[in-house]
């Protein structure tokens, strides 16, 4: 069963010493300490292949106090990071590449390599409307509107719930939809999540965010936001990291996964759940005994899903369908 997942960092991750994991070394991106062929990461091309994929979604992840602390500005370094993208999968032009839209991704389908779609997690490297044709030029699908710090478009859920979109998150966001590249609440605020819902005119995502009313992470989407995205066409891509998935437990396991997409599946239906797993963008406490311990191992998480009563036409839009609905 063919897998698109929305959510990893693992660009990011090839390029400090995962033993030696500190916000202060994210990203100075002078040379890949790890190559994507294969590597002890959640993602290589081995494993990739493992999990069927059909397409992965790499993140520019933009961490504003390291582009504080390296003088850079946001945009030079998401314009890095997505150069860092390209020549990593240059690397390996027979197994996966660089697309923009599904027309490509399907071409790259044909002649059975991956596709790798890009995307910025930290819209704040969007100071002006006219960056956002230029992120769309160089195929950006979606950008998620903040990360963990306040910005001049929105407040996270990080720092108060209670406050949403600024001014120029609205005129961004409605200029994203303008341009298709997609918006993703993941790491926004309840109240930005309202904000969005309340003037979008196409779906949106939550790349990966899973349920708060089984895991209370402030990450998490409430019971009331759930359906809502579904009323919206969105997505929600549920997410593996062990903080997202259970209160009382540090390791991923299967079941928990299984329960956030039940919860998720009553609340919203079918046509709402992707798969968002974050990979690379956490470190396990003890990755021995996580269930799923990389991308290669997501035919487990399917085997669980059908089991637990789902459908092999619902498993289908969970691990690629959804996004393809929205994806253009
Ligand atoms: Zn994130």
């Known amino acids: 069963m063919k897998l698109i997942d929305l959510h990893a960092d693992t660009i990011t991750a090839m390029y400090y010493d995962n033993t030696n994991w500190q916000v202060e070394q994210e990203f100075i991106l002078e040379k890949p300490i790890l190559n994507l062929d294969k590597n002890n990461l959640h993602i290589d091309l081995d ?15 933009l961490n504003l106090k390291a582009c504080e602390k390296y003088n850079i500005t946001a945009w030079d370094l998401f314009v890095k990071q997505y150069n860092a993208l390209q020549n990593e999968l240059n690397k390996y032009p027979e197994q996966i590449q660089f697309v923009r839209n599904i027309e490509e991704m399907n071409k790259a389908h044909q002649n059975n390599k991956i596709s790798a779609f890009t995307c910025i997690e930290e819209g ?20 998620t509107i903040v990360w963990n710090y306040e910005s001049h478009i929105a407040v996270p859920a990080a720092v108060n719930q209670a406050i949403g979109l600024k001014k120029f998150g609205f005129d961004m966001v409605e200029e994203m939809q303008n ?28 790349s990966h965010s899973n349920a708060r009313a089984l895991c209370s992470h402030r990450r998490n989407l409430t019971d009331e936001l759930i359906p809502q995205i579904a009323n919206n066409g969105g997505v929600i891509g549920v997410n593996c990291y062990p903080s997202f ?3 009382n437990e540090s390791i991923i396991k299967i079941n928990n ?10 609340l919203a239906g079918e046509n709402t759940i992707a798969i968002g797993n974050d990979f690379d963008g956490f470190h396990s406490k003890q ?12 035919p487990k998480l399917k085997d669980a899903l059908l089991n637990d009563g789902f459908t092999y036409q619902q498993v289908e839009k969970f691990f690629s369908k959804n996004v393809l609905r929205i994806l253009i």
Request: proline fraction near 2%.
């Open 47 to 61: 494993k990739l292949k493992q999990a069927d994929s059909l397409a992965q979604f790499f993140v520019c992840w």
């Open 124 to 143: 704040a490297c969007i100071d002006n409307l006219d960056k956002l044709v230029i992120a769309k030029q160089m195929g950006v699908k979606y950008i």
């Open 179 to 206: 341009l298709d590249i997609l918006v993703d609440v993941s790491h926004l605020s309840d109240e930005g999540v309202r904000d969005i819902l309340s003037i979008a005119k196409k779906p949106i995502i939550a």
């Open 245 to 247: 998935l259970d209160d």
């Open 257 to 266: 996964m299984v329960r956030h997409v039940r919860h998720i599946y009553n």
């Open 287 to 298: 990755p021995q005994l996580d269930e799923i311990k990389h991308i290669g191992d997501m």
